[in-house]
T-cell receptor, first 114, second 113 residues
């Protein structure tokens, strides 16, 4: 079955540590996105990528980094510079970023800072 | 800047009732609008996508309408079931060289058996 796989589902981090969230899709989609979800707020865009080896900052990129070395993969690193990293992180993809195609989401990763 | 509002924030209805969820947006120059369902602790599941040139889309017991001129979309759920209990989010997609998407904060629906 085609879809988006995020791992791990739950992650605990000590302050000062970097952590990486995995996102893999087998939908053959060009565009991939990382969103952050906090209680009472709409999803906010962290980073997006339209093609391999290219990515752009979203609205809240500070303290995060990404890479897009393969079409299928778009990992997100939450660095120690992110002041409030505890949140639910959602990866998404769409067929292409040039026009507004349907968004598909993974199951999410919940990060908790201890 | 696009703003998306969903009212009410929470809704509780008895099983079998037909219901309407609302989504309002401030910038009518949109490409499309997408409705999602989110279960607790889970990702978003796409329900319906309405292109800007369309007025409505239907899937099973769900019907979504779009009125760009008034900046409104509604999601109609017929004959609600307990399994429909979830948070429903709308997302509005504007032009901008990349897929600029603005999400509402959702309506949490509880269908009581």
């Amino acid at each position: 079955d085609g879809g988006i796989t995020q791992s791990p589902k739950y992650l605990f981090r000590k302050e000062g540590q970097n952590v990486t969230l995995s996102c893999e899709q087998n939908l053959n989609h060009d565009a991939m996105y990382w969103y952050r979800q906090d209680p009472g707020q709409g999803l906010r865009l962290i980073y997006y990528s339209q093609i391999v080896n290219d990515f752009q900052k979203g609205d809240i990129a500070e303290g995060y980094s990404v890479s897009r070395e393969k079409k299928e993969s778009f990992p997100l690193t939450v660095t120690s510079a992110q002041k409030n990293p505890t949140a639910f992180y959602l990866c998404a993809s769409s067929p292409a970023a040039g026009f507004a195609g349907e968004l598909f989401f993974g199951e999410g990763s919940r990060l908790t800072v201890l | 800047k696009q703003e998306v509002t969903q009212i009410p924030a929470a809704l509780s209805v008895p099983e079998g009732e037909n219901l309407v969820l609302n989504c309002s947006f401030t910038d009518s120059a949109i490409y499309n609008l997408q409705w999602f369902r989110q279960d607790p602790g889970k990702g978003l599941t796409s329900l319906l996508l309405i292109q800007s040139s369309q007025r409505e889309q239907t899937s099973g017991r769900l019907n979504a309408s779009l009125d760009k001129s008034s900046g409104r979309s509604t999601l109609y759920i017929a004959a609600s079931q307990p399994g429909d209990s979830a948070t429903y989010l709308c997302a509005v997609m504007n032009s901008g060289g990349y897929q600029k998407v603005t999400f509402g904060t959702g309506t949490k629906l509880q269908v009581i058996p």
